[in-house]
């Protein structure tokens, strides 16, 4: 089982996927179905462990991948997109490698290569080198990769992308083969083939998951009226006649006369129940034979094409908004930044004009001490000048008396 719980993948601003939610239960084969870059690809590199979500938890086989991710790697087998092979090894040399960086022991490994290369149907080819080979058999050597050792999970990413109808087949038959054995997430921008291999879909776009249902559930749900594509053995020529007995009719047209004499007609209803029945009794009571009626196709495609469609209106609302509130935050920002900026510069100027001001204050203070010092000297010098010389001896005889009186004290 695989859940997927709260998952984002954020690359710088932009959401690769956002907030997704799904689970692919054991046994199940589900389709991932999107437009390319709606983020299948990233999707499935974060459940085999190749990148890691910016949130949200990835839990295999009730282990979280990125707590346990040698114990969860070895339950899956991963088809990536675009079959990325060692062109230079023989396909058993590479199911091989893949069997060893599974870690399948070396006792079992032999008879786990042999085992996927016959469930791909390569024994022909399993002694040539890859890069000798067909698209579609590269696309099986790549599958071969994957299932090596019997993983309880596959992830397989486009597996048919650039195959012939009759590759496409045998691929897809052999997917349908995995089922009940294996949990399957197989992803396609291809609806037919999702539809054909899958029992439940998984709609993503633009990152964010818009649908989980089954095919058939997804088809009726988008699907509005239901047109009737039918053919009539009609001799009377009273079938158009029943659009007045039953009320859900709103239009019958006739597509074509056969040679046989027999019409074929679409009938355009205003139910999206099935009115057959009905049309059958009404065909009886009038003796008209129906050779053959169904209900046109109310394919997956119109379905994803509604889904999304509805999506896309919303989502550039959405993407104008979120481009708004971006560009605002850029000036709010820039606006922020060129403010710090001129905080720092009017910061920096006040401290120089400080530094500035010290130091003038500094060289005018010692200006003035200089100042002193030298009236101080130049009186000290006039001083001496003015003393006569009997007053000079006079006071060195006091100061020697002086001193003495104090030596003696
Ligand atoms: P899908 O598989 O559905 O075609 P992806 O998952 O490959 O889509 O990509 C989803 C979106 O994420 C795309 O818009 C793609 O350009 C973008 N994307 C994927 N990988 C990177 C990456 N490494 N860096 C930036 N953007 C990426």
Do not use: W
């Not at 024994?123 to 698209?135: C, D, I, P």
């Not at 000297?377 to 100061?399: A, F, L, M, R, W």
């Amino acid at each position: 089982m695989i859940e997927i719980k709260n998952v984002t993948k954020k690359y710088g601003n932009f959401y690769a996927v956002r907030n997704i939610n799904f689970e692919v239960k054991d046994g199940e084969i589900v389709g991932f179905l999107g437009r390319n870059g709606a983020g299948k690809s990233t999707t499935m590199n974060m459940i085999t462990g190749f990148i890691e979500p910016t949130e949200g938890e990835i839990i295999v086989n009730g282990y979280d991948i990125y707590k346990k991710p040698r114990k969860v790697k070895a339950q899956i087998g991963y088809m990536p997109e675009g079959t990325p092979l060692y062109l230079d090894l023989t396909v058993k040399e590479f199911v091989n490698y893949m069997a060893e960086l599974k870690l399948i022991p070396k006792k079992k490994r032999k008879e786990a290569v042999n085992e996927a290369i016959e469930n791909t149907g390569l024994q022909k080819v399993q002694n040539n080198l890859t890069k000798n080979l067909s698209r579609g058999y590269k696309q099986r050597v790549s599958l071969a990769g994957a299932i090596v050792g019997n993983p309880k999970i596959l992830i397989l990413d486009e597996p048919t992308v650039g195959l012939d109808p009759k590759q496409v087949i045998e691929i897809r038959e052999l997917i349908k083969s995995f089922k009940k054995d294996h949990t399957v997430l197989i992803s396609s921008h291809i609806l037919s083939e999702i539809s054909q291999i899958c029992e439940k879909v998984i709609i993503i776009d633009k990152g964010e998951i818009i649908a989980v249902d089954t095919p058939e559930n997804l088809e009726s749900k988008t699907t509005e009226n239901i047109t009737l594509n039918i053919i009539v053995d009609d001799i009377n020529n009273k079938f158009q006649t029943i659009k007045d007995e039953i009320e859900e009719i709103s239009d019958i047209k006739l597509v074509k006369e056969n040679d046989d004499n027999t019409k074929e007609y679409i009938i355009e209803t205003s139910t999206n129940e099935d009115i057959r029945k009905q049309i059958f009794s009404n065909c009886a009571k009038n003796n008209i034979t129906i050779l053959e009626m169904k209900k046109s196709e109310a394919s997956l495609e119109s379905a994803f094409i509604k889904l999304v469609e509805n999506r896309q209106e919303y989502s550039q609302k959405e993407i104008n908004k979120m481009q708004y509130e971006k560009e605002i935050e850029e000036l709010r920002e820039e606006d922020k930044y060129l403010k710090e900026e001129k905080e720092k510069r009017k910061q920096a100027k006040k401290e120089e004009k400080a530094r500035k001001k010290a130091a003038k204050e500094a060289k005018k203070e010692a200006k003035q001490n200089k100042k002193e010092e030298l009236s101080v000297k130049k009186e000290n010098v006039g001083n001496e000048e003015e003393i006569p010389q009997d007053k000079k001896d006079s006071n060195e005889t006091n100061n020697d008396d002086l001193k003495k009186e104090g030596g003696d004290k």
